[in-house]
């Protein structure tokens, strides 16, 4: 299967001298077109450091990230930023929303300041994507008239509007309740069968089960590759137990 990502003897050094550490250390991984991999570590593993390095979020020390064969670190910052805009999506623990904004212009508003001349079609676009994710009706509620799931959704939906090839989530259920959190995961596994790929950060067994693949880190690098079988939303309790049981031999 093609590889959207390639990450190759990643490293991420963090302060000087002998405050100096590497949060990645020699990092290798790849991600194909498609598929769904969580990335699980204890605090400070470098489990989100991964994730910004791959994504281009944020410079590496020393390696190669390519992006469907590009090298991210031989690319302006413009060119940079556009791959991000127009291939990548990111949703974040707490979506960042404009209060003074509703739900709808929140969604468009990254959008339209790339396309101010079909805003129509980019309203459609939000709206359709809207009721796909369950939050149709809600597009003129304020920010603070929503749930936390709710508004997920919403950062879900802003995520999606330019139909990136790969979505990166760091702990996008870390702020909800265990059903808004499942609610969030079974639609991130239905916008996966659509062929977007996703890299997902989370400390949680049960949100990394939902995943094709899990990549288990410590002390920046990669001990554990654990692959799932594809039954997705089948023996989760097995899926489950298989990911605890990895997470307590690599001793996270």
Not at 211 to 225: C, H, N, P, Y
Request: overall charge neutral; glycine content about 8%.
């Amino acid at each position: 299967m093609k590889k959207i990502i390639t990450g190759k003897n990643i490293v991420k050094t963090f302060g000087e001298g002998s405050e100096k550490t590497n949060a990645l250390n020699g990092v290798n991984v790849e991600i194909a077109k498609g598929e769904f991999v969580a990335v699980m570590g204890a605090s400070g593993s470098g489990k989100s450091t991964l994730l910004f390095a791959l994504s281009g979020m944020d410079n590496i020390s020393d390696g190669s990230v390519k992006f469907d064969d590009i090298e991210l670190s031989e690319l302006s910052e413009n060119k940079l930023a556009d791959i991000r805009r127009t291939k990548m999506g990111f949703v974040f623990q707490q979506p960042t929303m404009l209060k003074n904004l509703n739900l709808l212009d929140n969604i468009i508003l990254p959008t339209l300041q790339d396309d101010k001349k079909n805003i129509n079609e980019i309203i459609q676009r939000a709206k359709s994507l809207m009721k796909k994710t369950g939050i149709s009706g809600l597009e003129k509620r304020d920010t603070t008239q929503v749930s936390g799931g709710q508004l997920q959704r919403a950062g879900i939906c802003r995520a999606l509007m330019n139909s990136p090839e790969i979505l990166f989530a760091d702990e996008p259920t870390g702020a909800l309740n265990s059903k808004s959190a499942e609610e969030i995961m079974d639609l991130l596994v239905n916008i996966n069968k659509d062929g977007t790929a996703i890299l997902l950060v989370t400390h949680d067994a049960k949100v990394a089960a939902k995943a094709d693949r899990i990549l288990f880190t410590k002390d920046g690098v990669i001990v554990s590759d654990l692959l799932l079988y594809k039954s997705k939303g089948k023996d989760m309790d097995a899926r489950i137990e298989k990911v605890v049981t990895q997470m307590a031999d690599v001793g996270i």
